[in-house]
C-alpha cells in the first residue's frame, strides 16, 4: 500500500502561482510513477501531468503546458506540481497518484493508477 497525501492548495488570485505537494509513505517512492489529476465541479476528472519513477521523463496536458511542472524528490518521497499564470480555469480539486511502474514513459491513463490521495483545493480568483 502507498498512502499519498497532497498539500499546498489554497486560494489565489489570476496570474498567481501555487507549489501543490504529494507526500507518499508505505513503498519505496522510487518504484513509482506519479500523476497528478485536477476535478472541477460538475466535470469529470483530467489528467494535468505525470512524471515517470526517476523524474527524468515528464509530461503535460496542453492546458497546463509551459503553465505547470511536475517534479520528484526519490529522497524526500515527495512530487511536486509548481503552477503558475493561473487562470480561473485552473480552479479544481487537485490530486496525485502513483503506480507501480520503473518504465521509462510516464503513466498518462487515471484508470492506470492504483493509489490516490484526498486531493488539495486550488481556487483561482478573477
Known amino acids: 500500500q502507498v498512502q499519498l497525501v497532497e498539500s499546498g492548495g489554497g486560494l489565489v488570485q489570476a496570474g498567481g502561482s501555487l507549489r501543490l505537494s504529494c507526500k507518499a509513505s508505505g513503498r519505496t517512492f522510487s518504484n513509482y510513477a506519479m500523476g497528478w489529476f485536477r476535478q472541477a465541479p460538475g466535470k469529470e476528472r483530467e489528467f494535468v501531468a505525470a512524471?515517470?519513477?526517476?523524474?527524468?521523463?515528464?509530461y503535460y496536458a496542453n492546458s497546463v503546458k509551459g503553465r505547470f511542472t511536475i517534479s520528484r524528490d526519490n529522497a524526500e518521497n515527495t512530487a511536486f506540481l509548481q503552477m503558475s499564470s493561473l487562470t480561473p480555469e485552473d480552479t479544481a480539486v487537485y490530486y496525485c497518484?502513483?503506480?507501480?511502474?520503473?518504465?521509462?514513459?510516464?503513466?498518462?491513463?487515471?484508470?492506470?493508477?492504483?493509489?490516490w490521495g484526498q486531493g488539495t483545493q486550488v481556487t483561482v480568483s478573477s
Open positions: 512524471i515517470n519513477w526517476s523524474g527524468a521523463v515528464t
Open positions: 497518484a502513483a503506480v507501480l511502474s520503473r518504465a521509462v514513459d510516464v503513466v498518462r491513463e487515471d484508470y492506470e493508477y492504483d493509489y
